[in-house]
């Protein structure tokens, strides 16, 4: 029995320095910015495949998973980080209609359930773009269509992210962990998602239906 109880511990223990790991992994590959959306990718395949699935070593599935993602997931963030950029200029001009009165102060809300919603589709596209080799237009869309469809699961995501940026204030060491540790609750979510929605095979877990799912192909 004692055995067994420290058993569990040690594969608990490993769990966090596996996920403190691929967070630091994730902070690097990030630093050009334009880089965030392949290591996003990366880091939920390692994630899958290293943590849940206990097959492979971290770091170089994660290093092969980021130069796969590499260019189309650059080209996919890109596309977000210029909605996003938009969507914040018009969030600091219609919070400053609302300082000085004016009527476009009226679209000071709607922005901001606007930029909502553009989290919860980067979210589920680079999701997406992690567990399925597809067209960048079809990681654009599937990854809208997920997102509309499972609303309250996103909603939850969402709200759990911002809480957590927010504890970062005052808690610093929670941002070590917050990449990795956030992507293994996104992980359970989608992949939950994608079982149910038959875009993966329930006996593998790792599998792509390509009956269910058109022009899509499973990453291995």
Not at 159 to 183: D, E, K, Q, S
């Amino acid at each position: 029995m004692r055995t067994m109880f420290d058993h569990k511990i040690f594969t608990v223990l490993g769990g966090v320095v596996d996920v403190v790991w691929i967070s630091i992994l994730w902070y690097v590959s990030s630093l050009l910015i334009l880089t965030m959306g392949a290591a996003s990718s990366a880091m939920y395949y390692t994630l899958h495949v290293s943590l849940f699935k206990n097959e492979g070593y971290l770091f170089s599935t994660y290093k092969r998973s980021f130069t796969d993602n590499l260019k189309k997931g650059t080209v996919v963030w890109v596309i977000f980080l210029l909605l996003d950029a938009f969507l914040v200029f018009d969030l600091i001009l219609s919070r400053m209609a609302v300082s000085q009165g004016s009527f476009l102060g009226a679209l000071y809300f709607p922005v901001l359930v606007c930029i909502v919603l553009a989290v919860m589709w980067q979210i589920s596209a680079m999701t997406y773009q992690a567990r399925f080799d597809d067209t960048v237009k079809n990681v654009l869309v599937k990854g809208a269509a997920v997102a509309m469809s499972n609303i309250g699961w996103m909603i939850f995501l969402a709200a759990i992210l911002a809480g957590a940026i927010y504890l970062c204030r005052y808690l610093i060491f929670i941002a070590v962990i917050l990449p990795g540790g956030y992507t293994c609750l996104v992980h359970h979510v989608f992949e939950h998602i994608y079982e149910k929605m038959g875009w993966i095979k329930e006996e593998t877990d790792e599998e792509l239906s390509l009956s269910e799912v058109s022009e899509s192909g499973g990453k291995q």
